[in-house]
């Protein structure tokens, strides 16, 4: 049962902001190939897109899946270790930012990824900003 749901129902507390993410730690977010659009220059840029929370159907609560920095250094692993073939880069976001621009942070683990959590409040209105915020993590040499 995936961790926003209690008895099957959507349990309305799993939105909520916990405190016992610290504001200095860090979130990654991983960046598909699609999300790296061209550019102007004729390399790539990554695009606001990257920044969206997931559809109702997966996720009722429509958090931004990312994993929790701090989480994975003390496994002993790296981002780089944990981004799935899926993705072709990543950015970081230091959660006090997140939560500066009205985001909220939970750690929701899967049974493949204990470092997972989710960003919720993400809107259209906020991926701008959040392109401003994030930092490179893992950029491709094409990208800008």
């Known amino acids: 049962m995936p961790a926003n749901t209690k008895n099957g129902d959507v349990d309305n507390t799993a ?3 916990d405190t016992t993410i610290d504001d200095d ?3 990654i977010r991983y ?6 659009t061209p550019s102007q220059t004729g390399n ?7 920044f969206s ?3 109702k159907q997966r996720d009722p609560l429509q958090g931004m899946s990312v994993d929790i920095l701090s ?8 981002p780089e270790q944990c981004m ?3 993705f072709e880069a990543a950015v970081k976001f230091r959660v006090g930012d997140l939560r500066k621009v009205g985001l909220r942070i939970g750690k ?4 493949d990824n204990p470092f997972h959590a989710d960003v919720w409040g993400v809107k259209k209105s906020t991926r701008g900003r959040l392109l401003e915020l994030a930092e490179w993590v893992l950029k491709p040499d094409d990208v800008d």
């Open 53 to 55: 929370g997931s559809s």
């Open 25 to 27: 730690d860090y979130v």
């Open 108 to 111: 929701t683990p899967k049974e």
């Open 44 to 50: 790539r840029r990554l695009s606001r897109g990257a």
């Open 15 to 17: 939105d909520q902001d």
């Open 71 to 78: 989480s994975i250094v003390a496994s002993g692993s790296s």
């Open 31 to 36: 960046i598909p190939k699609n999300h790296l």
């Open 84 to 86: 799935s073939e899926n």
